[in-house]
C-alpha cells in the first residue's frame, strides 16, 4: 500500500510539471509580455527595456523556462503587480477560504446525494424515485451562478418582506462575515455568523453535484442490491434496513468515491462564479479580479494551483479507492 | 430493400446533395428539400466575402448567420440521408434499432421535442416577437416593467423587451455552442482514435497531455487564456471548443482499444489497407454512438460555462444579447427587476434539460450493454 501511494506520488509530478509547462508555453504564445502596461506616454523606452532585463525577458527562451521552473519548485510564485505583494503572500489569505467553501460543499454534495440516492434506489420507480429524479434532472441543469442569484433573491431579500420569517433564516449575501460587529463577538458568536455565511454559497456550489452523486448512487444501489449476497443477508432474517445500510451500502459506495475525483474539477470551476456572486475572498474572487486588473503572474500562479488542486484530489481519490476496495491490486 | 436502390460512385455523388437520392429513388420528397439546399447554397454563395469575414470580424452576428445556414444544409442532407436509408434499411441496422430504442424512452422523446421547439424558436425568432433586441425607447416610461401581456418576461433596464432578448440571446448561445461543440468533437474523435489505434508512444504523450489538460477546472483554463489574448468572440469560440475535447479523446481512446482487436479490424490491415483509411472509415463509424452522445451532453456543458463566461464579462460583450449576458445585467437591477435575470436562467434550464434528456435517452438506446 506504501509502496502504491508512492508511485502515485511519483507519478503526479510529471503531470504538475507538466501543467507548468503549459502555462509557460500559453503565456510565451500571448502578444505581448507583462511590460506591455508600462508603455504609456511619459515611459521613456529605456525604462521598458531596464524592466525587460531586469525580469529576464531578454533572456533566451529555454533559460527564462528554467527559471520559471526553479522559481516555482521553490515556491516562488512571483509578485503581483495588483496587490504590491508577493503571490504566496496573497494566495496564502485566499487559499483557506477557498477550501473552506469548496470542503463544506464536497460533505454537502456527498451526504445529500448518497442519501438521496438510497431513497430512490429502495423505492424505485415510486412517486417519490420519480420526483427526485426529476428534481435532480432540473437541478442539474441549473447554472450555478444563476441559482446563487435565485436564492439570494428568495433567501436574502423576499423573505425579509415575510413578518413571521425567522431572522437566522434569512442569509447574507456578500463575504465571509459581517463586515460590522464580528470582532466584538465571542467565539460561538463568530463561528455561528462564518456558518451563517456559509450557507447560500455553498448549497449554489453543491447542489448541482449532489444532484449528480444522487443518480450514481441510485444506479450504484440497485445494482447491489440484486446481488445473491443481499438476498442471503435477507434470507437470514436480517432487517430490512441493516441489510441496505450495512451490507449494500458499502459496495454500492465503492464506485461514488471515484466520483470525488471526477467532479473536483466541476466544483472548483462553480467555485469561480459562486465566489464571484457572493463576493467570498477566495482564489476565484482572486483571478476574476487578477484578470480585470491584468496582473497576469497572479492569473498564472492562481490557475496553476487550481490545477494542482485537481491533481491531489484525484490523488487522494485513487488511494481512497484503493484503500477501501480489496478487490483492487495496487501492485 | 427497394429494387431502386441507386449503387456504384453516381449515387455517392448524389448522396452529397440534399434530396437527390430520394428524387432518383422516384420520391417527391425529395423536391422540396433540394430547393431548401440549393436556396441555403445559394444564400451562402451570394454572401461569401461575408462568410470570409465571418473569421476576422469576429461579429457575433456573422457567426450566427453562417451557423444557421451550414445547419440548415446540414439538416437538409441529413434527413436525406436518413430517409434514403430508411429506404434501404430492413429495420436491422444500429441506427435504425436505436431509433426504436429511443421511441421507447418518453422522456427522452419529450427532451427532443422540446429541443426542436427551442430550436425553431431560434430560427423563427424575428417573426415571434415586434420588439428589437438592442432598441433603447423612453426609458422613463418603459423600464423596470414587471412581466405583462405585452411585455411577457417584463424589460430591463434600458426598457428593452426581455422576451425579446432572451430569443436573440438563445441565437448567440446555442451558435457558439454548436461550432464549439463540432470543434471539440472532431478534435476529440480524431486524437482518441489515432491514440487508441496506434497505441505505444504515439498514446502515452497525447494522453498525457489529455491528463494535463483535464487536470484544469474547464473555467480557470478558459479564464486565463482569455485574459491572457486579446478578447474576440472568435477567441471564445475556438477556447471554448479546444478546452473541451480531451473528455471526448478520452471516451473515444477507450473504445478503439477494444475496437481494434476486433476481426474486422484485422480483415482491414489483411487487405493491406492504410491507416488512415482503417482510422476514418472502419474504426470511427463504429464508436459514433457514444460520441454522439458526449457532443448532445458537451453542448448542454458548453452552454452552462458560455453563459458562466460571459457572466464573468469574459465572453460575449454587451449589448449583444446572450443569456449570460442577459444574467449579469438583470444581476444589477435584481431587487427591483428580478424577471430579467429569472427568465433567462430559465431559457438556460430548459435548454439544458432538454439536453441532457435526449443525451440520456440516446446513451441507453446506443449503448449496447443496456439493451436487452
Redesign the interface.
Known amino acids: 500500500m506504501t509502496a502504491y501511494v508512492a508511485r502515485r506520488l511519483l507519478g503526479a509530478i510529471?503531470?504538475v510539471l507538466?501543467?507548468l509547462t503549459?502555462?509557460f508555453i500559453?503565456?510565451q504564445?500571448?502578444?505581448g509580455d507583462p511590460t506591455a502596461m508600462y508603455i504609456r506616454p511619459g515611459v521613456p523606452p529605456e525604462v521598458v527595456q531596464q524592466l525587460k532585463t531586469n525580469w529576464g525577458l531578454d533572456q533566451p527562451l529555454h533559460v527564462q523556462y528554467w527559471r520559471w521552473m526553479k522559481s516555482f519548485a521553490s515556491g516562488d510564485m512571483g509578485y503581483s503587480l495588483s496587490h504590491h505583494r508577493p503571490i504566496t503572500a496573497v494566495l496564502a489569505d485566499r487559499i483557506p477560504n477557498t477550501l473552506i467553501l469548496s470542503g463544506v460543499s464536497l460533505v454537502l454534495i456527498f451526504a445529500i446525494g448518497i442519501a438521496v440516492g438510497i431513497v430512490q434506489a429502495v423505492r424505485q420507480y415510486s412517486l417519490l424515485d420519480n420526483a427526485l429524479t426529476f428534481a435532480a434532472?432540473?437541478i442539474?441543469?441549473?447554472?450555478?451562478?444563476?441559482l446563487a442569484?435565485?436564492l439570494?433573491?428568495v433567501f436574502a431579500?423576499q423573505v425579509s418582506f415575510i413578518s413571521w420569517w425567522p431572522d437566522w433564516l434569512t442569509f447574507p449575501v456578500s463575504g465571509m462575515t459581517d463586515s460590522v460587529g464580528y470582532e466584538s463577538l465571542g467565539f460561538w458568536g463568530k463561528l455561528g455568523d462564518r456558518v451563517h455565511h456559509l450557507v447560500l454559497p455553498s448549497i449554489a456550489l453543491g447542489v448541482s453535484s449532489a444532484a449528480a452523486v444522487a443518480r450514481y448512487m441510485r444506479s450504484s444501489m440497485l445494482e447491489v442490491i440484486r446481488q445473491d449476497y443481499i438476498r442471503t443477508a435477507r434470507a437470514k432474517g436480517l432487517p430490512e434496513r441493516t441489510v441496505i445500510l450495512k451490507h449494500a451500502l458499502k459496495n454500492a459506495l465503492l464506485p461514488i468515491i471515484t466520483l470525488f475525483g471526477l467532479y473536483?474539477?466541476?466544483?472548483?470551476?462553480g467555485a469561480?462564479?459562486v465566489e464571484?456572486v457572493f463576493a467570498w475572498p477566495g482564489m476565484g474572487r482572486t483571478?476574476?479580479d487578477?484578470?480585470?486588473h491584468?496582473d497576469?503572474p497572479l492569473?498564472?500562479a492562481?490557475?496553476f494551483l487550481?490545477?494542482v488542486m485537481?491533481?491531489i484530489g484525484?490523488l487522494i481519490a485513487d488511494v481512497l479507492y484503493a484503500a477501501i476496495d480489496p478487490r483492487i491490486r495496487y501492485d | 430493400m427497394t429494387d431502386a436502390k441507386p449503387s456504384g460512385r453516381g449515387s455517392r455523388l448524389a448522396a452529397l446533395v440534399p434530396g437527390l437520392p430520394l428524387i432518383l429513388g422516384g420520391r417527391a420528397g425529395g423536391y422540396p428539400l433540394l430547393a431548401f439546399g440549393l436556396m441555403l447554397v445559394l444564400v451562402l454563395a451570394a454572401g461569401f466575402d461575408r462568410v470570409l469575414a465571418t473569421f476576422s470580424a469576429g461579429r457575433i452576428d456573422y457567426w450566427v448567420a453562417l451557423v444557421t445556414l451550414v445547419s440548415g444544409l446540414a439538416a437538409a442532407w441529413g434527413i436525406t440521408l436518413a430517409l434514403a436509408r430508411r429506404e434501404a434499411d430492413d429495420g436491422t441496422s444500429q441506427w435504425a434499432i436505436a431509433w426504436r430504442e429511443f421511441k421507447k424512452n418518453r422522456l427522452a422523446v419529450a427532451g427532443l421535442v422540446l429541443l426542436a421547439i427551442i430550436c425553431l424558436a431560434t430560427l423563427l425568432t424575428p417573426f415571434l416577437t415586434q420588439h428589437d433586441p438592442g432598441a433603447i425607447g423612453d426609458i422613463m416610461a418603459t423600464r423596470h416593467q414587471p412581466p405583462s401581456l405585452a411585455h411577457p418576461m417584463g424589460t430591463d433596464r434600458y426598457g428593452r423587451d426581455v422576451l425579446t432578448r432572451v430569443l436573440y440571446g438563445s441565437r448567440v448561445s446555442l451558435s457558439i455552442g454548436f461550432i464549439a461543440v463540432t470543434i471539440s468533437i472532431t478534435l476529440g474523435t480524431t486524437v482518441g482514435a489515432v491514440a487508441g489505434y496506434f497505441g505505444g508512444i504515439i498514446d502515452s504523450a497525447l494522453m498525457?497531455?489529455v491528463?494535463?489538460?483535464?487536470?484544469?477546472?474547464?473555467?480557470?483554463?478558459l479564464?486565463?487564456?482569455?485574459?491572457?489574448?486579446?478578447m474576440s468572440i472568435t477567441l471564445v469560440i475556438v477556447i471554448l471548443g479546444l478546452t473541451l475535447w480531451p473528455s471526448t479523446a478520452r471516451i473515444v481512446r477507450a473504445e478503439v482499444l477494444s475496437l481494434r482487436e476486433r476481426e474486422f479490424i484485422e480483415a482491414a490491415h489483411a487487405l493491406g489497407l492504410g491507416a488512415p483509411r482503417i482510422i476514418f472509415r472502419h474504426i470511427i463509424p463504429n464508436v459514433m454512438g457514444p460520441v454522439i452522445v458526449a457532443a448532445t451532453l458537451g453542448l448542454?456543458n458548453i452552454i452552462?460555462?458560455e453563459?458562466?463566461l460571459s457572466?464573468?464579462?469574459?465572453g460575449v460583450q454587451p449589448p449583444t444579447a446572450s443569456w449570460g449576458v442577459i444574467?449579469q445585467q438583470g444581476?444589477d437591477v435584481?431587487?427591483s427587476a428580478?424577471w430579467v435575470?429569472?427568465f433567462a436562467?430559465m431559457a438556460?434550464?430548459v435548454t439544458?434539460?432538454a439536453l441532457?434528456?435526449v443525451g440520456d435517452g440516446l446513451r441507453d438506446a446506443l449503448d449496447p450493454r443496456l439493451s436487452r
Open positions: 510529471p503531470l507538466g501543467i503549459l502555462i500559453l503565456m504564445m500571448a502578444p434532472l432540473f442539474y441543469s441549473m447554472p450555478s451562478f444563476w442569484l435565485m439570494i433573491l431579500y473536483l474539477p466541476f466544483l472548483l470551476s469561480v462564479l464571484y483571478i476574476v487578477a484578470i480585470s491584468r497576469y492569473v498564472m492562481v490557475s487550481f490545477a485537481v491533481v484525484n | 498525457r497531455f491528463d494535463m489538460l483535464i487536470s484544469f477546472p474547464r473555467l480557470v483554463l479564464i486565463t487564456v482569455i485574459a491572457l489574448f486579446d448542454g452552462l460555462i453563459a458562466g457572466f464573468l464579462g469574459l444574467i444581476r435584481m431587487l428580478p435575470t429569472t436562467g438556460i434550464v439544458v434539460i441532457n434528456l
